[in-house]
């Protein structure tokens, strides 16, 4: 294995597999790979059954419920990779949510508590996480989240989502600039529309997926797997000067009007 691109020896974290057509699951299997050794996440009991198998396949180390709007949970998590790892090199932030009517509807019209509610769970959590993982970050780091077009980009289907995403990204560059001098390297990607549960909230999702795949220079739909490669090249040597970037892994579609 190329020694830039081997991940042999790091400590990740993973949050956000649902299932196995999760961003946050092809970015586990290549990092897996790649020689990580991972923490992964599920968010209740509920969600467990699911992702329990995914996390068998990617060979996690350690599997942990992680529900960031239970702030004891996500202290659990950062408390037993201290006590388990002693370190961590990476994290990989893949959850978002917006109440479905808040989703649905104008930005105007957004209530009040959808709003918060996305903003904690969507951009806040992966601040919060951060902070957490400063202090296990010992010899540097990177941090990954996930972002989308809509963040630039009026999409009248994806409403307050674009907002809050927007925000996220934000604060990925406040992040990189304030975590740089302990070299945590801080990342949003934006990946083009992959069918995924939480895209499924989203209304006429197929007709962004099919508009960006006839629209996007190179003609091709982003797989989970290509989302991983990048996030993994900028977890690896490959990435070590680079920071607070919004890389797009969407085929070219962000360039086009």
């Given at each position: 294995m190329n020694k830039y691109f081997d991940l042999t020896g790091l400590n990740g974290l993973v949050v956000g597999i649902a299932d196995a057509n999760s961003i946050a699951f092809g970015?586990?299997?290549?990092?897996?790979?790649?020689?990580?050794?991972?923490?992964?996440?599920?968010?209740?009991?509920?969600?467990?059954?699911?992702?329990?198998?995914?996390?068998?396949?990617?060979?996690?180390?350690?599997?942990?419920?992680?529900?960031?709007?239970?702030?004891?949970?996500?202290?659990?998590?950062?408390?037993?990779?201290?006590?388990?790892?002693?370190?961590?090199?990476?994290?990989?932030?893949?959850?978002?949510?917006?109440?479905?009517?808040?989703?649905?509807?104008?930005?105007?019209?957004?209530?009040?508590?959808?709003?918060?509610?996305?903003?904690?769970?969507?951009?806040?959590?992966?601040?919060?996480?951060?902070?957490?993982?400063?202090?296990?970050?010992?010899?540097?780091?990177?941090?990954?989240?996930?972002?989308?077009?809509?963040?630039?980009?009026?999409?009248?289907?994806?409403?307050m989502m674009g907002v809050v995403k927007a925000a996220l990204e934000a604060t990925t560059s406040y992040m990189a600039s304030e975590l740089g001098p302990k070299n945590i390297r801080v990342h949003t990607i934006s990946p083009g529309p992959i069918m995924t549960r939480a895209a499924s909230g989203i209304s006429n999702f197929s007709k962004l997926v099919d508009d960006a795949n006839s629209k996007a220079p190179l003609k091709k739909p982003v797989t989970i797997e290509d989302v991983g490669l990048v996030a993994c090249s900028l977890i690896s040597q490959a990435g070590r000067c680079m920071t607070g970037n919004v890389t797009y892994v969407d085929s070219g579609y962000h360039i086009m009007g």
């Open positions: 970015c586990a299997k290549i990092a897996s790979e790649l020689g990580a050794k991972l923490c992964v996440t599920y968010l209740n009991d509920k969600a467990k059954i699911h992702t329990e198998p995914l996390a068998k396949i990617v060979k996690a180390d350690l599997f942990l419920p992680c529900n960031v709007e239970e702030e004891n949970q996500v202290d659990g998590v950062f408390d037993t990779i201290k006590n388990k790892w002693g370190k961590l090199d990476f994290l990989i932030h893949a959850i978002a949510f917006a109440p479905k009517s808040d989703l649905q509807g104008r930005m105007v019209d957004s209530s009040l508590a959808g709003f918060t509610q996305s903003m904690n769970i969507s951009c806040h959590s992966f601040a919060r996480m951060g902070k957490l993982a400063e202090p296990l970050m010992k010899d540097g780091g990177t941090l990954i989240t996930m972002s989308y077009l809509g963040a630039e980009r009026v999409i009248p289907s994806y409403g």
